[in-house]
C-alpha cells in the first residue's frame, strides 16, 4: 500500500489499514520533511500563541515505525505509473504498489495581479511562522479574501497587535459559506476588534507598501496574505489520465477510475449517500478524516459506501462557528435561539427534511446542538419546526 500525501488523510490512512488486518507493507510518502501533523491550528493558535510553536503531530516517526510502517519525508511523488502499477519519486526512485491512495489535498490558490508575488499565503508550518513573524504590533496588514481563512488570519494578526484590512471583492464575507445573518455576525466582531473590512472591493496591483484597488483607493500593507481560496491538487492524478470532476472524480467508496487507486480528503470529490448522490468536494479536517477511513477499510476488501455527515468549523476570536450536513440543499430556514446570543439555524428542503445546521456561537454553546442536528441529518430526520425554534426542547428526544 502507498499512501501519496501525509496530512490529516494519509495519517488516518496508515492507522486504518492496520486496523482492517493489512500485514504487508505500507508506505507513506510527504512533500515536507516533518511528519504529518495538524493544520487547523497553522491559521489561529501557531500564530498567536506567546511561545514559539511546534507542530501538532498526528504521528510522530516512532508511531509510524511502531505500525511497521515506511516514512519518506521531503520527496515527491511525480509521476504514476498504472500499467504497471508504480510511482516514481523526484530523486528517481521507483516503488510499486497494490493500492495507492492519492490524499495530497489542496493548494491556495494564487492572486494574478501585478506584484502577487508579494502576498503571502498559508499552506503548511512554515508559512505559519513567516506569518507569525509579520504580524507584530504596529504592522499594517492587507489580507485578500473575506473566506474563512482569511478571517481566521485577519483575528490571529489583531491578536498580535497588527492593524488589518479584508479586502474582499464579493458583497459580504463568507459568501460562499454561510447565510447573510452569520456572516453580519462574523462581519460585526471583526469590526469590533478594530478589523477594516472592505467589500466590493477588487485589487488592481500590490506595490512595495499598499495594495492599491481598482477604484483607486491605497491600502496601506507592510504586508499581503492572498486568502482566496484553495484549488484542489490534482496534477498527479490529471497526468495518470484519471477521471476528474471538481477534483479527483472518486465513486462512493472513495474508489478513483482506476480500481487500484483511491483518492481521500481535500483533493477528491465523490457522490454523497445522505444527500441523494449529490456530488462533494468537502475542505474539512473531519472530512479528510472520515474519508480516509472508508478508503483504507476498501483497500483492504471492503465494500464500504461513504455516508459521514460533513461537519466544519471556524474560530473567530472568542466566536465558533461550524456547519453540519449541506445548507445549501435546504430552501427553507429555522432558527434556533441559544444562550448568549447564540444561534443556530436549521436548513431545511421542500420535503422538511433537515440537511443543514449552521450556527455561531461564544465558546461551545452550539457544540450540542449541533452535534444533534449533525444525527438527525444523518438520519433525513423530518423534525418538528416548532420544536427547532424552541431552545428549551431538547434536539435529544427527536432522536428517538
Known amino acids: 500500500m502507498i499512501i ?17 488486518g493489512w500485514q504487508s507493507e505500507i508506505t507513506l510518502i510527504g512533500e515536507e520533511t516533518l511528519p504529518p501533523y495538524d493544520r487547523p491550528p497553522l491559521s489561529k493558535a501557531s500564530i498567536t500563541e506567546e511561545t514559539e ?28 505509473d498504472r ?29 494574478s495581479c501585478p506584484g502577487a508575488a508579494r502576498a503571502m499565503l498559508l499552506r503548511d508550518f512554515a508559512d505559519t511562522l513567516a506569518l507569525r513573524a509579520a504580524f507584530v504590533p504596529g504592522a499594517t496588514v492587507a489580507i485578500v479574501g473575506g473566506g474563512f481563512i482569511g478571517l481566521e488570519l485577519a483575528a490571529s494578526a489583531t491578536k498580535r497587535g497588527a492593524s488589518v484590512t479584508v479586502i474582499e471583492a464579493l458583497p459580504r464575507v463568507l459568501m460562499r459559506g454561510v447565510t447573510e445573518e452569520i456572516a453580519a455576525a462574523v462581519a460585526a466582531r471583526h ?8 467589500i466590493d472591493s477588487k485589487v488592481e496591483r500590490i506595490d512595495a507598501d499598499c495594495v492599491l484597488l481598482t477604484d483607486g483607493r491605497r491600502i496601506a500593507a507592510q504586508v499581503v496574505v492572498a486568502g482566496i481560496g484553495a484549488a484542489p491538487a490534482i496534477s498527479l492524478a490529471e497526468e495518470a489520465g484519471l477521471d476528474l470532476d471538481n477534483g479527483i472524480a472518486c465513486d462512493a467508496m472513495m474508489r478513483t477510475s482506476d480500481p487500484d487507486i483511491y483518492a481521500a480528503g481535500d483533493c477528491c470529490s465523490f457522490p454523497h449517500a445522505v444527500f441523494g448522490g449529490k456530488r462533494l468536494r468537502l475542505e474539512a479536517w473531519r472530512s479528510a478524516q472520515d474519508q480516509a477511513a472508508v478508503a483504507a477499510e476498501n483497500m483492504t476488501g471492503g465494500n464500504r459506501v461513504f455516508e459521514a455527515v460533513p461537519w ?29 446570543g447564540a444561534f443556530i439555524l436549521c436548513h431545511l428542503d421542500d420535503a422538511g427534511t433537515l440537511v443543514g445546521a449552521s450556527g455561531i456561537g461564544p465558546g461551545n454553546t452550539i457544540a450540542r446542538d449541533i452535534r444533534l442536528c449533525e444525527l438527525l441529518i444523518g438520519k433525513r430526520a423530518k423534525p418538528d419546526e416548532a420544536a427547532l425554534t424552541d431552545p428549551a426542547f431538547q434536539l435529544r428526544t427527536l432522536l428517538k
Open 312 to 340: 466544519f468549523w471556524s474560530d473567530q476570536f472568542e466566536l465558533t462557528l461550524q456547519i453540519a450536513g449541506e445548507p445549501s440543499n435546504g430552501n427553507r430556514i429555522v432558527k434556533r435561539p441559544l444562550k448568549d
Open 83 to 111: 500499467a504497471n502499477n508504480q510511482v516514481r519519486l523526484g530523486d528517481g526512485r521507483i516503488i510499486g504498489y497494490g493500492k495507492l491512495l492519492l490524499a495530497t489535498g489542496a493548494k491556495p490558490r494564487q492572486l
Open 191 to 198: 469590526a469590533a476588534a478594530g478589523v477594516k473590512i472592505l
Open 4 to 20: 501519496v500525501g501525509a496530512g490529516k488523510a494519509g495519517a488516518r490512512a496508515v492507522i486504518g489499514l492496520r486496523e482492517h
Open 53 to 80: 510553536p511546534s507542530p501538532v503531530l498526528l504521528l510522530d516517526e516512532d508511531t509510524i515505525k511502531s505500525l511497521g510502517a515506511t516514512w519518506i519525508g521531503g520527496s515527491a511523488v511525480v509521476s504514476i
